[in-house]
């Protein structure tokens, strides 16, 4: 009976209980930015920049494209895939990495899931500058 008083008879009663108060809505999502990205490499265990025109002639890249690998943090998981410094990241799971954006947000969809790949294009030998190559690495769950 009260339930008739107050309008919220039958179907009525199902639509109030499944629309969510205004205050119970996700906030949208927050825009990538660059420091954000550094940020997440850094949870992931690489300090990275993006490749500039100072960093293609240094390593003798053709394009300004992709993320440069500056720094492998130790027992991080991305030391443990196998990820080197003076890497290029190019990929991310199957999602192309062009720039610090491209890459921290890549990073933060495959942090999500357990295990992802990074795909890095990296010199075969230290010795050898000429001589690069594509790698695949896996990164596994961390487990205790």
Not at 72 to 96: C, F, L, M, P, T
Not at 112 to 130: H, I, K, M, S
Request: proline letters at 3%; a negative charge; one cysteine or more.
């Amino acid at each position: 009976m009260l339930l008739m008083a107050l309008g919220l008879w039958g179907s009525d009663l199902q639509e109030t209980r499944a629309q969510p108060p205004a205050a119970q809505k996700a906030a949208p999502k927050k825009e990538m930015t660059k420091e954000d990205a550094v940020r997440l490499g850094e949870e992931f265990g690489i300090v990275v920049e993006e490749v500039d025109e100072d960093i293609r002639k240094e390593l003798n890249l053709q394009r300004v494209e992709g993320v440069a690998v500056l720094e492998v943090i130790g027992n991080s998981q991305a030391d443990y895939a196998g990820i080197k410094v003076r890497s290029i990241i190019k990929e991310i799971d199957k999602v192309e990495v062009r720039n610090l954006i491209d890459f921290g947000k890549a990073l933060t969809r495959a942090l999500e899931q357990c295990n992802f790949t990074v795909g890095t294009y990296e010199t075969a030998d230290p010795g050898d500058p000429v001589g690069w190559g594509v790698n695949f690495h896996f990164v596994g769950c961390k487990r205790d």
